[in-house]
């Protein structure tokens, strides 16, 4: 499918301005849940721009059924599965539906200062490139530093030429409060003169090609890959599909990329993209949160091994 078209812009800088509010709307109980909880991003160890010798910010444990801070993740009871048996969980197209349809109602960290807001307003050459900016950036951040990170490099340099002329110094300025700052302002720099020589300035098509971009992933390319030329081509699974997963006893693994690969063992290739399994961040920021998940606010919590409830 060709990318959507929008008004036409000049090539200025592009301000993409973020809602006032992370406030969500009422849930399906009625009850409101809270302001979006920033997003830990994905931390990612194929990603070139982290250190070997740095100690990432890990995900809290998922908490213990008994324990104060909610939910533990829990061998799956009907509806569910035995993990280790494979195949797809009893029952998960429901529980699946439940949450999109939840999903529609809740305004998450990820909506507002998320990296698929530039393609959304006009998805064109200039706007591909903001994106791989903010994939760039997001490792190891929160939603919000990494948008305003994007945000500052774009006022100043809104086109991949600009950017290369940028001196270094400004760059670094612009990424000081992003981890690994350095080191993600060499891959800017780098993917960028690779754009330009390569591809005109434009993304590449293909997964292999976004991979072989300093700074980029196999995690960061499928996100691309699906908000940019809307092809889906691998899930992309962060810390929240992750932790939801888990819970759900539709997975039983220990990092991300296990429940990437489990999960695109039996999940249909439909519910893989943005209007599908993405959306599942946005309830992990708000409702089935690190700690003391709000199983009482949540539509799937009756199908749920892990929900405790009152």
């Given at each position: 499918?060709?990318?959507?078209?929008?008004?036409?812009?000049p090539a200025a800088a592009i301000a993409y301005e973020a809602p006032p509010s992370t406030k969500s709307s009422k849930s399906s109980q009625g009850q409101t849940p809270?302001?979006?909880?920033?997003?830990?991003?994905?931390?990612?160890?194929?990603?070139?721009?982290?250190?070997?010798?740095?100690?990432?910010?890990?995900?809290?444990?998922?908490?213990?059924?008994?324990?104060?801070?909610?939910?533990?993740?829990?061998?799956?009871?009907?509806?569910?599965?035995?993990?280790?048996?494979?195949?797809?969980?009893?029952?998960?197209?429901?529980?699946?539906?439940?949450?999109?349809?939840?999903?529609?109602?809740?305004?998450?960290?990820?909506?507002?200062?998320?990296?698929?807001?530039?393609?959304?307003?006009?998805?064109?050459?200039?706007?591909?490139?903001?994106?791989?900016?903010?994939?760039?950036?997001?490792?190891?951040?929160?939603?919000?530093?990494?948008?305003?990170?994007?945000?500052?490099?774009?006022?100043?340099?809104?086109?991949?030429?600009?950017?290369?002329?940028?001196?270094?110094?400004?760059?670094?300025?612009?990424?000081?409060?992003?981890?690994?700052?350095?080191?993600?302002?060499?891959?800017?720099?780098?993917?960028?003169?690779?754009?330009?020589?390569?591809?005109?300035?434009?993304?590449?098509?293909?997964?292999?090609?976004?991979?072989?971009?300093?700074?980029?992933?196999?995690?960061?390319?499928?996100?691309?890959?699906?908000?940019?030329?809307?092809?889906?081509?691998?899930?992309?699974?962060?810390?929240?599909?992750?932790?939801?997963?888990?819970?759900?006893?539709?997975?039983?693994?220990?990092?991300?990329?296990?429940?990437?690969?489990?999960?695109?063992?039996?999940?249909?290739?439909?519910?893989?993209?943005?209007?599908?399994l993405k959306r599942f961040v946005g309830f992990g920021q708000e409702i089935c949160t690190a700690q003391k998940p709000k199983c009482g606010d949540c539509a799937a919590?009756?199908?749920?091994?892990?929900?405790?409830?009152?």
């Amino acid at each position: 499918m060709a990318p959507k078209q929008g008004m036409k812009r000049p090539a200025a800088a592009i301000a993409y301005e973020a809602p006032p509010s992370t406030k969500s709307s009422k849930s399906s109980q009625g009850q409101t849940p809270a302001q979006g909880a920033s997003e830990r991003v994905e931390a990612k160890a194929e990603v070139e721009v982290g250190t070997p010798t740095a100690k990432a910010p890990s995900e809290p444990p998922l908490p213990a059924a008994s324990g104060p801070s909610g939910p533990a993740v829990a061998e799956a009871k009907t509806p569910g599965r035995t993990p280790s048996k494979g195949g797809p969980p009893e029952g998960w197209e429901e529980t699946f539906n439940l949450i999109l349809e939840q999903r529609k109602n809740i305004t998450a960290e990820c909506d507002v200062h998320g990296g698929a807001i530039y393609v959304k307003q006009n998805n064109n050459a200039q706007t591909r490139y903001h994106t791989l900016l903010n994939s760039i950036l997001a490792p190891q951040n929160k939603d919000k530093v990494t948008f305003e990170a994007t945000a500052d490099i774009i006022k100043k340099a809104p086109t991949p030429e600009e950017v290369m002329a940028l001196p270094l110094e400004s760059l670094e300025e612009s990424c000081k409060k992003t981890r690994f700052a350095a080191r993600k302002v060499k891959a800017i720099k780098d993917a960028t003169k690779i754009l330009l020589e390569k591809y005109g300035g434009d993304l590449p098509k293909t997964m292999k090609e976004l991979t072989s971009l300093p700074g980029v992933g196999t995690k960061s390319a499928a996100f691309l890959m699906m908000t940019c030329w809307e092809q889906v081509e691998a899930l992309k699974v962060d810390v929240h599909i992750h932790r939801v997963c888990n819970r759900l006893g539709w997975v039983s693994t220990t990092n991300e990329e296990k429940t990437r690969l489990e999960l695109e063992s039996w999940l249909p290739r439909s519910h893989w993209g943005v209007d599908g399994l993405k959306r599942f961040v946005g309830f992990g920021q708000e409702i089935c949160t690190a700690q003391k998940p709000k199983c009482g606010d949540c539509a799937a919590k009756e199908r749920c091994p892990s929900a405790t409830l009152p």
